[in-house]
């Protein structure tokens, strides 16, 4: 199945809308400079200005909205579609006890070995980039992320 541009350059468009609105719903924060509403509001204005390029290009197409052809997706796409929701699923449950530094590993890893990534590239790139990641959350931004049991370590 195929959905044109024409739809879903303007459910981008609601998308960031929607984005924004929850944002500057959520509370401030006493004390702190930029608030927990500036990157929604920021992604929020980013959907909407890709959902409106996107439905600029579509305007161009012709044919149906929806089109329901053979779809021939490689298995492991597929399953790497699965991983990356499943994985955010689990994250709900694992994100405290395993902790972001663990969790952010084990989810990259898996997406970079089901996009083909070499073995030696996941075993440096998956630690490096989300320790980084953590450490500038929560040294540079403050922003409290659990270390789960690499807690006294990071």
Known sequence: MQL???????????FGVVVIYAAARLPSVPGVRFGADL?????GGALILFGAAITKSGLREHGPLISVDEWDVPMRQRVAALW??????????????LGFPLFGMIFMAGLMYLMNARPLTILVVAPVFVIGLHLAFTRLMYVDLPAGPLQGIL
């Open 4 to 14: 044109s541009d024409r739809l879903l350059g303007p459910g981008l468009v609601i």
């Open 39 to 43: 990157m929604p509001i920021i992604c």
């Open 84 to 97: 990356s929701v499943l994985g955010l699923v689990a994250g709900i449950y694992l994100f405290q006890p």
